[in-house]
């Protein structure tokens, strides 16, 4: 199994941190953290994952904007070869620059159980507001301040007497539990069948007048009563492989692929040579390249006057 690569990102003692490392060690998980990084260099968590075998960088964010900062913590990210972001107690507003550069890769851990209480001083605006829990929860990082997709929470019971200080320690219990748990189910979602299809399926029905059928036991798209642009193939034949089939735009592309990328692209069975076989379960898919490849196969089959349509459309 390949695993998928996570930075973490820490401003402190980087307790989540080492819960996702300890949970990196097991051979099942389908993570391995490839890099440490803290807005300070004197960061307890960066010793630990130091004395743990995992690469380190510190750098102070003072006297630097932010976008000068986030561009040298991008740098050391993408030299590590993380494909993913996990903030463990990042105590950093992040530039909309660096949250674009990390879209639907990056998640974060937030002591509340949101939409609840986004901000600080999570634990005891709870226990103010009488609630009988608190928690934690892990979510995609996006533009606005914890407010991304929630992917995973943990409720976690406010005892009478609680202080802000109790409660968050149990709170932490539940973080360390929380976070791995999710981390693992995220970077495997691009190897899950559903998953795939549904990338595939929100990318090809946005061309013009696309549909999806089934054909061949296969979910098929074409454009409305016309000719078909795309299948996508899940096991099909017994194969074992998760893939997009679209057309090739010229009679020697086919072979210039597979000959480049053998392992993502393939001749498709029962095909022929005007078609292509893009492996999509890799782990690692590009899918602005599919969103290409499925626009360029869309133009193979639309009728002149469609063609003419989009045309006119692109140019504005």
């Known amino acids: 199994m390949t695993k998928a690569k996570v930075a973490v990102l820490i401003s402190g ?3 989540n941190m080492a819960a996702l490392l300890y949970a990196a060690k097991a051979e099942s998980c389908p993570y391995e953290i490839v890099l440490v990084a803290a807005n300070d260099p004197d960061a307890p968590g960066l010793a630990l994952a130091a004395a743990e075998g ?9 006297g630097l904007k932010r976008a000068e900062f986030d ?3 991008d740098a050391e990210l993408r ?13 950093r507003l992040l530039s909309p620059e660096f949250v674009a550069g990390w879209e639907n890769r990056m998640l ?4 509340s159980l949101l939409p609840k209480y986004k901000g600080l001083d999570t634990h005891q605006k709870a226990i103010d507001a009488g609630d009988s829990h608190a928690g934690c929860s892990v979510h995609i990082v996006t533009a606005e301040l914890d407010d991304g997709p929630v992917l995973g929470q943990t ?16 709170i932490l219990i539940a973080e360390h539990q929380l976070y791995s748990r999710v981390l693992a189910d995220f970077v495997t979602r691009e190897r899950q069948p ?5 990338q595939v399926r929100e990318r090809a029905l946005a061309l013009p007048q696309a549909d999806e059928v089934t054909s061949h036991g296969m979910p098929c798209f074409g454009i409305v009563k016309g000719k078909k642009f795309a299948w996508f193939t899940q096991d099909h034949h017994g194969d074992g492989v998760v893939a997009l089939i679209v057309k090739t735009t010229a009679p020697e592309e086919q072979a210039t692929l597979i000959e480049a990328d053998p392992e993502r692209y393939y001749r498709p069975a029962y095909f022929g040579d005007g078609w292509i076989g893009i492996r999509l379960d890799r782990g690692d ?8 490849r499925l626009h360029r196969s869309w133009r193979t089959v639309a009728p002149k006057k469609l063609l003419g349509l989009m045309d006119i459309a692109d140019q504005f």
């Not at 993380?82 to 903030?87: D, I, K, P, S």
């Open 285 to 292: 898919t590009d899918w602005d390249h599919v969103t290409d």
């Open 79 to 91: 030299k590590a070869g993380a494909h993913y972001v996990a903030l463990a107690g990042y105590m």
């Open 71 to 73: 561009a040298i913590i």
């Open 108 to 111: 974060n851990i937030h002591p």
């Open 155 to 170: 409720p976690v019971a406010i005892l009478p007497g609680d202080t802000a200080d109790t409660l968050a320690a149990r």
């Open 54 to 62: 995992v690469p380190t960088f510190g750098h102070s964010h003072k």
């Open 194 to 198: 559903a998953y795939i299809l549904n």
């Open 13 to 15: 003692r980087g307790s």
